[in-house]
């Protein structure tokens, strides 16, 4: 029985939630925003019909805390949710609690979200549909002898994964018996968690990382609205999506979709989604996992299937059917636009977008969430916008990347941008003159990221000044604005009981409460990028401004492995430290050669932006061969 959607609360924020804002405002429906207080001037509130407050500066406290987002879906009168992606979107156990009290989950039902939440979970449904996982164990890693039965079986290298991991999170290569037998007797030092957490699979060298974007409606009707590639990745997280999958056999293309109705119809999904598979370069389809939730990169599929895929969404969850798309028309391409150095192994940097300037033209769409003069913070997900530009073929969308590269303008961070113009002049991920596609998902690592020099010289960057880095960040952000123009009127934006307002007021009182402030000319608020100041938990200690041998955490992250002991030697440019920070892991590696005298964290420890995590007794610049190591 199709019961539609009239008020939608929407548990997000940022690029995603403006998204929901606008196809909801199109098909008549009413929306509530959600917002920390660093979110108070952002456009997705703005846009909203009605927005409250999140009280708090944790994510814990925000946009995590379900008993508040459950709060304001009865005070606003909201009957559904919408998750976004990330956050609670997967969340089951918030999922329940708001069909619990009437509303309507816009996603797959608690159940589905416990059968696919879990990877050894995912596996046993995938077998059950009969769609073969990348070959490992079904069961968690207790038992040594099982590993190596499986190792010498298949060969190394092989992956420790962990049960809750993603996008390339709690993944470790193992490339011998020797490094499975430190993995099992250090893991608790050296990754965090418990063996039970993980469990083993192949790891596939030069698979292509190949989705299909899914839907499935209550009457049991399912559709595959395009298939998409997503191989050009770093850390294993994306950076480059395409729609459909090129160079794929259609009998390959008829598998994939014949094993996503599978996995649908085996947890009975309703909703969006998309199955990630990896494709061999022998045609072989291996399941990966389910994303039960909308993707970033859902641009690509809505612009080769002509459908608007957030009221896809709403449509599926109201009790209405699945669209049915066209044929699929042209190919398309996503860019992520993040704030990564390609000089420096993309890691994350920080600063004020002193220009911004997108490209446009005929094919060419923007999804962005931040403007000139905005500050990039360097506790969060890097991610500026997206660049999606589509034509009628694969060669025509490639000419027209380069001409929106030559378009783009950024000016004050640091963007992958000339990465993607070298990526878009390859022969071998275009194609062109002869050569064949021969991109997997280690490609951009190998060919252009992670060279043993490169790292070395890099280092770690902004891991010695990270705290200053923040501070010039902070002051850059609050500077240069345009004065106010005086007008009769001024309106604010307030807050009463935590409800989002506007108060207009006339000038004259404003000039009476603000005049000293009014005369030093107001300034624009800046907006930080996907998060601003929220944080994991108290203000940490951070490394003074060129404190010697410091190694400081470059962001606000999770701390999901340690690779060196106290006391031990390492060289410039060795690996220290792995943390999580958003689904990407970013590798902090040694700035100089030294000894490690203290380590201050510990795997699972949640760290800030500037807060130490190594101190090294730095050898003065010469690294000592590595036969001396300890």
Not at 199 to 217: A, L, P, S, Y
Not at 563 to 572: C, D, I, P, S, T
Request: aromatic share 6%; net charge negative.
């Amino acid at each position: 029985m199709t019961q539609n959607v009239k008020k939608l609360l929407i548990a997000n924020r940022g690029e995603i939630a403006l998204r929901v804002v606008r196809t909801a405002r199109e098909m008549g429906i009413a929306t509530v925003a959600v917002y920390a207080e660093q979110d108070r001037d952002a456009q997705y509130v703005a846009m909203a019909d009605e927005a409250y407050l999140l009280p708090g500066d944790t994510y814990k406290d925000t946009y995590l805390n379900q008993d508040r987002l459950l709060g304001l879906l009865e005070r606003s009168g909201a009957d559904a949710v919408h998750p976004g992606y990330g956050f609670l979107s997967e969340n089951a156990d918030f999922a329940a609690a708001v069909i619990a009290r009437g509303a309507t989950w816009v996603g797959p039902s608690p159940r589905a979200l416990m059968d696919l939440g879990d990877k050894i979970t995912a596996r046993r449904v995938a077998v059950r549909a009969k769609v073969p996982p990348v070959p490992g164990l079904n069961e968690s890693a207790g038992d040594i002898r099982a590993l190596y039965d499986f190792a010498h079986t298949h060969g190394y290298p092989i992956m420790m994964k962990r049960t809750d991991g993603g996008g390339g999170r709690g993944i470790t290569i193992v490339r011998d018996d020797d490094e499975l037998r430190g993995f099992y007797l250090n893991h608790d030092a050296m990754q965090g968690g418990d063996l039970g957490d993980y469990f083993i699979e192949r790891f596939i060298d030069r698979g292509r990382h190949v989705e299909t974007q899914c839907g499935r409606d209550a009457h049991g009707d399912f559709v595959v609205y395009s298939t998409r590639d997503c191989s050009v990745q770093r850390r294993n997280q994306k950076l480059i999506e395409e729609a459909p999958a090129p160079f794929l056999a259609p009998e390959t293309v008829e598998r994939l979709e014949r094993y996503s109705r599978a996995l649908f119809e085996a947890v009975d999904y309703v909703g969006l989604g998309t199955c990630e598979f990896m494709v061999t370069a022998n045609d072989k389809a291996y399941f990966l996992e389910v994303n039960p939730r909308l993707q970033v990169e859902h641009t690509v599929s809505e612009e080769v299937c002509g459908l608007d895929l957030v009221r896809e969404q709403l449509t599926i969850a109201a009790g209405g059917h699945v669209g049915e798309p066209p044929a699929p028309r042209g190919h398309s391409f996503e860019l992520r636009i993040t704030c990564e150095d390609p000089a420096t192994n993309l890691t994350p940097g920080t600063g004020t977008l002193t220009a911004l300037r997108w490209p446009s033209g005929p094919g060419i769409r923007v999804d962005s969430g931040v403007v000139e003069g905005d500050a990039v913070s360097p506790k969060f997900d890097s991610m500026m916008g997206k660049l999606v530009v589509t034509a009628q073929d694969r060669p025509a969308a490639v000419a027209r990347v380069r001409r929106a590269l030559d378009e783009l303008r950024v000016e004050g961070v640091p963007t992958p941008a000339s990465l993607f113009a070298a990526v878009f002049r390859d022969d071998e991920f275009t194609a062109e003159h002869g050569h064949a596609f021969d991109v997997s998902t280690k490609w951009l690592e190998r060919k252009y990221l992670n060279r043993e020099a490169l790292a070395a010289a890099a280092g770690q960057p902004a891991s010695l000044a990270a705290a200053q880095s923040a501070q010039s960040a902070s002051a850059a952000g609050a500077a240069g604005a345009d004065p106010a123009r005086p007008t009769p009127t001024e309106t604010f934006v307030i807050e009463m009981n935590d409800r989002r307002v506007k108060l207009t007021v006339p000038l004259d009182i404003v000039e009476n409460i603000t005049g000293a402030a009014r005369s030093r000319g107001s300034k624009r608020p800046t907006q930080p990028l996907r998060g601003g100041s929220l944080h994991a938990g108290a203000a940490p200690q951070t490394a003074a401004s060129g404190q010697t041998g410091v190694i400081a955490a470059p962001m606000q992250a999770v701390v999901t492995r340690i690779n060196v002991a106290e006391g031990q030697h390492v060289a410039k440019g060795d690996l220290i430290v792995v943390l999580e920070s958003m689904k990407m892991e970013n590798y902090v590696y040694a700035p100089a050669a030294g000894t490690v005298t203290k380590i201050f964290v510990a795997p699972a420890a949640g760290v800030e932006a500037g807060e130490t995590l190594v101190t090294l007794d730095v050898d003065g610049g010469a690294d000592k061969p590595k036969g001396e190591r300890r």
